[in-house]
């Protein structure tokens, strides 16, 4: 599995911006998903997770401003994000868990929210 991340960039605090993460090798259906982020010298935290029937996770910190979605006939996993803080700053990883303790990681994309 390939997972393959877009939409970085940066922004001004309050501003939006919206992550794509396509998937090749094997279709997503059924698999749950994850976006991660890991700002400078910090540890590798979940910011939002969808099950393959839909169900939703976020951490607190993003509640009400993040809304994690997929397109099982794109292949696709989205996270928009609005009403962005400079600590959202962070490299953003998707992931795909196929179970078993086997998963996948995509290579990540940089998002900067300047205030």
């Known amino acids: 599995v390939q997972l393959q991340a877009s939409g970085g960039g940066s922004v001004q605090a309050g501003g939006s911006l919206r992550l794509s993460c396509a998937a090749s090798g094997r279709r997503i259906n059924g698999y749950v998903m994850a976006w991660y982020r890991r700002a400078s010298g910090e540890q590798r935290e979940l910011v939002a997770s969808?099950?393959?029937?839909?169900?939703?996770n976020y951490r607190d910190s993003v509640k009400g401003r993040f809304t994690i979605s997929r397109d099982n006939a794109k292949n696709t996993v989205s996270l928009q994000m609005n009403s962005l803080k400079p600590e959202d700053t962070a490299v953003y990883y998707c992931?795909?868990?196929?179970?078993?303790?086997?998963?996948?990681w995509g290579q990540g994309t940089l998002v900067t929210v300047s205030s």
């Open positions: 969808i099950t393959g029937a839909g169900g939703t």
């Open positions: 992931k795909i868990h196929i179970g078993g303790g086997v998963e996948f």
